[in-house]
């Protein structure tokens, strides 16, 4: 089945500085990379997604690449903001019905104001 | 607010006690989901619900039952739980079941077993 890493586990950067965090997966038939961000006493709320056909994904301050051949994905988030801070996941999917989203472990995201 | 609900928010039961979580879901979806969220580790799928009909069981407990009586409202029956079962339990719903539709997620039940 599929495995998704996500690495660090934790960031902290300064306001107004950028962020990634990477994701690796291990089946090649995935195509579906979703992100979701989950604020303290909140569920986890999807903020962008790729699939496999496209490369790079941008959603004003928030951006997400994907490497097929290298089976990683990342996100990026510029200008940080005090209220980026939360926990972020990454998960991998196929598109098929019925297919199941895994989840990466998560990465808590701290911006320093 | 996402339009998926859960009651209660804060649960704590003994070993012995039965008690049930509930999610409503308001945005019209086919597909509904239990995951169960423990610290440092990812979230794990546990039921999934695909009109009434359960699609997915990831070799959950029998301490764990779910039910589905209508595509708008889950519930997780609890019963003899054990303390590494405390966690946040997730209700999650999607248009269709399957990857690439967004799954929308309720704020959770925070439950803690004695």
């Known amino acids: 089945g599929e495995n998704v890493e996500q690495h660090p586990s934790t960031l902290s950067v300064q306001e107004g500085d950028s962020a990634v965090i990477k994701c690796t997966y291990s089946?090649?038939?995935?195509?579906?990379f979703p992100w979701y961000k989950q604020e303290l006493g909140k569920g986890p709320q999807l903020i962008i997604d790729i699939r496999s056909n496209v490369g790079e994904k941008k959603d004003q301050r928030i951006a997400v690449t994907l490497n097929k051949t290298a089976k990683h994905f990342s996100l990026h988030i510029t200008e940080t903001q005090p209220e980026d801070s939360a926990v972020y996941f990454c998960?991998?999917?196929?598109?098929?019905?019925?297919?199941?989203?895994?989840f990466g472990k998560g990465i808590t995201l701290s911006v320093r104001p | 607010e996402t339009g998926v609900t859960q009651t209660p928010r804060h649960l704590v039961m003994g070993m012995t006690n039965k008690k049930s979580l509930k999610c409503e879901q308001h945005?019209?979806?086919?597909?509904m989901y239990w995951y169960k969220q423990s610290a440092k580790k990812p979230l794990e799928l546990m039921f999934v619900y695909s009109l009434e009909e359960r699609v997915e069981n990831n070799s959950v407990p029998s301490r764990f039952s779910p039910e589905c009586p209508n595509s708008s409202h889950l519930f997780l029956h609890l019963h003899t739980l054990q303390p590494e079962d405390s966690a946040l339990y997730l209700c999650?719903?999607?248009?269709?079941?399957?990857?690439?539709?967004?799954?929308?997620f309720g704020p959770g039940t925070r439950l803690t077993v004695l």
């Open positions: 089946d090649s038939a995935s195509n579906y």
């Open positions: 999650a719903s999607s248009q269709n079941p399957g990857g690439p539709d967004t799954q929308y």
């Open positions: 945005l019209g979806h086919n597909a």
């Open positions: 998960a991998a999917s196929q598109t098929g019905a019925n297919s199941k989203l895994t």
